[in-house]
Each structure stands twice: as structure tokens, then as C-alpha cells.
């Protein structure tokens, strides 16, 4: 009987079960009664609803019956049944307990009926029996409906699109994530093992086809996929680089942790676990930063599930973990992070903030290393009453995907996209697609190295090697100007200068190929992110970039001997500007000398507007002649 005493205690704020009288003098209604309690003790759920409908059918004024009944249906998580016992209750008497008050409204809210729920838990607030705790614990419940139910009345746009028979399939596919470019997505699909009563989770991929639609959904290749459960994952904005959780490993720390995958080729190579990143309890659904410096994951190691932040060392492991702020993580339990390609618009799940009920979906902005702006709830129908999660937004915040189980769908869990409301990404990121090849042959160059640098502060912004087809992607967030560095063995490096002060979006991506010159004498290379200010020949500080790279290549290359040489438009008379471009070289010349290349190796020289390589009767064109080049004198 102890678990009813409990709950009897719960309900009527008594110590003693025997000490209370009960609100029927019919033995047979108490009789029904007391059985059901048995029952109830005993787990026999149904058979203890009975019972106390029997009481109720004798005594219909039994309000302890009708408590314990919605009590009992509420264990069942059958909401709806347990708010009409709960109704009754308060309608034979309103002050017998009012605690029936705020299960009607906790219960309406859990199923979407919040106007029902901001309407009793109103009568509860003000009751007359509350304390000033159950007061003050009734007003935060209180607020939290009035917030659900403003979102409720104030829907966003919302009509999701199955993306499918080519992803989605009779079984259960969720936890889609996209490269960048928006061209692959890879999934989790739950199959079920063959001879065997069981499921598994597998990875699955699918390409965008040039009309538009996915093509058929095969398996990762290689070894990715194992007999066990691969799942909550995360890709890298080129697609070449997984990270996702494993449970139950032989090489796991915790419960679940996070591992890690390489694509060489077509194939996937055998996870490895990421050991910095995991502890003795529960690390899952990861998720990674555009430029792969960042990760945020769920974790449970300090005994609530909260989100962590790790970054990425010049050794190539991840720094220690730590949690993100206390007005993300709560009391209660975050998880399923996404963070957007745009660095600074982190998506989580919560059921510590409020919202709709259950699991909702929020936002937040990074402001810096540590500070982070109030989640905002993304807005319903997005969220239900039900738990949601899992939310990727693609890079120009244009689409988000997710898995329901919308009726008339393929299968249990299917995957859908919908377009994403337009105030939430505030900095739409494109993209640069290149294909690195040798200018002689044409033949594509592997593991050439391209890297993106912010030039506001010379921070690295995105780095990828390309891949056998001489391919990589590289992520540009809008509102920055960035300097473009390719580099290979025995290849003189590219370079260019991008600027997206202007918003772009994924539809408009840098998409192009980039030819590398052999280091042969005679050839030359534009470096387009030696800047100067007009009429000028002082190094601006966003040049330091490119001239660290240029000091770099010439320490790697230590047998040649170069020529700086300045270029200028046709603005001014040709002796200004054979001045001004030989100024501009020496300039470059004495940073180099500054770090210590030997002076043997350089010559400069202005060449004033005498070489233009466009029209500079444009804009345009002037831009393209104003440069600084090197050309190779010798390479022993």
C-alpha cells in the first residue's frame, strides 16, 4: 500500500490514509474503491480503472474516485481521459482539491490545448488554498502557457515537403545533414537485421540530381557503417569528414560517445573514437562548425543533459570541453545542438525554456567566446506539444530539414524540408567550389591545400585539401572580405580576393577552375591580396595575409630567386606611376628582408601601366591592373 498512501498523501495533503474520511457512505462504492487500489498497488492499471468507474457508477458523487481515476490515467499517459476525471472533480467541488486545477492545465498544455491551459491554471493561481511556494511555482507554469499560447495564436510559415521515395523508405530515416553546397545529404535509416528480431541504424547517403531531385539513397561505402548502431551525426561542410555517436563500443569511455570518420575517395574509413571529446557517461549528436574549428555536442557528464563546446588545437585535437552558458543549458535537459554554417546561430532542443510542451526547438546568437544572446523559440508549428528536434537549416537559412511522423509519409519517421522563416539567419552563407588542376595538362591536383583567411583579422576561416578529382568547398559566410590561398608541391600558390560585404546566399556560390603554374622560370603569380591604399605605397594591414604566405613559399622553396613587381592602372601621368608601382614593390621587398629572406633571392621592380591585363578604360579592368606580381628569375 505504500505507493498509494504516497499518492493519496500527494493528492489530499494527509499523512494517514485511515484518518481521512472519505467523501461516500456507500460500502459498495468503497468497497469498489479499495479494490481498485489494490489493483493499482498491483500495476493492474485497467482493472484498477474499472473498479473506480464502478465506484463512481454507484456513488457519481465520489470525488476521491474520480481523483484517483485520473490519477491512474494519467500514469497511462492517456492525458485526455485523465483532464475529464479532473474536470469532474472540480465541478462537484472546487476547493476539495484544487491541485486538480493545475493537472488540467499541465495535461492541456502537454496536448496543445493551451487556451485550456492558460485557463486553469488561472483558477489554480488564484485559488484561495495556495500557498505563497505553490503561488509562486504556479505563476512560472502560468507564464510558460501564456508564452505557448501567444506562439500558438502568432504561427510562422510552415508546410513541410517530403523529400521522397528516393530518401525516405518503409523504414524510419531522421537525422539528415547537408554539405554545403546542399548537393549530398546523409541520414540515418533504421533497418531491421536479417534473420534476426532486431533494428539497426545505418548511414545513407543520396546526391542532388541536376533536375533538382535526390537520387536513390545507397549505404556510406567503406567502413563506416558496422552490425551496431551508427547515428546522431554531423558532417563537414565538404562532406569529407563525419563525426556521430556509437553506444556501447569496446573502445568506448561512456555509455555513448562520439567517434569519427574520413572519406577518401568514395569510401569512408573505420571510425575512430574522439577521446578528448568523451567522457565516462553519455557524449552524442555532435555537431560541427563550417569551418571546423568548433564543436558543440550533448553530453550528461555533470548529470544533466546540457551542450559542450570544444575547439580545435594546433596539435588537431580537441580541447577540453566545457558547457555553454546557463541561459542555454538549464536545470532540465538540452540537446540535439546544430550549429549553422553562418558560426554564430546555434539550434538546440530543450524542455528547460518553456514553449509549446515537451521537447521545443530555440535559437540563440554567439556574441563572443563566452556570451551568447536569450534563446528564442523558433516558433510554432514548428514546435508541437510533442518533442521536437533535430533541426538542420541549410547555409542560406533559405530550408530546414527534419524527420515526422506526418500522416501519409513513407514509412514510421520520414524525411521533410520546409522553407525556414526569414528573420532567424541574418547572415546567409555561399560557398567556393573549386577544381585545382595543372595548367600545362589539365589534370587534376590532389591534397593541394586551399585556405580561406578572414583579412579583418587574419584568423583562419575554412581550410580543405582537395580531393582525387582535384575538387574542395570552403564555406563563405556573408559580410566578410577573405583572402583565397591555394597551395601545392612544386606549384606556385593562387591567390584571391574575395569581398561579401554584400549579403549573398547558397544559390550564388564562387564556383570555378583554379589553375596552378609549375615553379619554372618565367612564371608568374598575381598576388591579389597585397593591398594598398589609393595613390599609396604603405602596406595595408589586411596584406600581412598573403605576405605570410609568400614568406613561406619562398622558406619552402629556398632555391629560388624572385621579382617583385608592381603594376599599376593608366590613372596619372606614366612617370608617376613607374614611381609609385617600384614603391610598391620595394615595400613588399622589405618585408621579406624584415623576415630574413636573403636579399640574393629578391629583385623589384615598377612597371608603372606599361603591362595592363584589362581594359582600363572600366572599373573593373583598373582593379585587375593595380597588382603586385612575382615572376620566377631562377630555381635551381
Known sequence: ???????????????????????????????????????????????????????????????EAYILTAQVYSDLNMFDSSIVYYKKTVEIDQDFFPNAYMFIAKFSYMTGKYEEAVKYQELYYNHYKLNPTQRARAKIDLNIYYDALELYKNPVPFKPINLGPNINSIYSEYSPALTIDDSTIIFTRKVPVKDKAMEQEDFYQSKKLPNGNWELAMPLLGELNTPNNEGAHTISADGKILYFTACNRSDGQGSCDIYRSYKIGNTWTKAENVKELNSVSWDSQPTLSADGKTIYFASARNGNMDIYVAHMQK????????????????????????????????????????????????????INDTLWTTPQNIGYPINTHKDDAFLFVNASGKYAFFASEIENGYGAYDIYMFEFPKNIITTPVTYFKGIVVDIDDNKPIIHAIAELFSLKDASIAGKAITDIDGSFLLPLPAGEIYALNISAKNYLFYSEHIELIEAYDSLDPFVKYIYLRPIKKDQIMVLNNILFDFDQATLKPESYVELEKLYNFLVDNPNLVIEIGGHTDSIGTKDYNLILSEKRAKAVYDYLISRNINPQRLRYKGYGDTMPIADNSTEEGRKLNRRTEIKILYNN
Open 315 to 366: 596539435n588537431a585535437k580537441w580541447s577540453h570541453p566545457q558547457p555553454l552558458p546557463d541561459n542555454i543549458n538549464t536545470a532540465r535537459s538540452e540537446l540535439t545542438p546544430f550549429i549553422h554554417p553562418d558560426g554564430k546561430t546555434l539550434f538546440f532542443a530543450s524542455d528547460g525554456h518553456g514553449g509549446m510542451g515537451g521537447y521545443d526547438i530555440f535559437y540563440t546568437k554567439k
Open 1 to 63: 500500500m505504500k505507493k498509494i498512501i504516497f499518492i493519496l498523501s500527494f493528492l489530499f495533503g494527509f499523512t494517514s490514509l485511515y484518518s481521512q474520511k472519505l467523501s461516500s457512505n456507500n460500502s459498495k462504492a468503497i468497497k469498489n474503491f479499495n479494490e481498485a487500489i489494490k489493483l493499482y498497488e498491483n500495476y493492474n492499471y485497467l482493472d484498477a480503472i474499472n473498479k473506480f468507474k464502478k465506484a463512481i457508477n454507484i456513488d457519481p458523487l465520489f470525488i
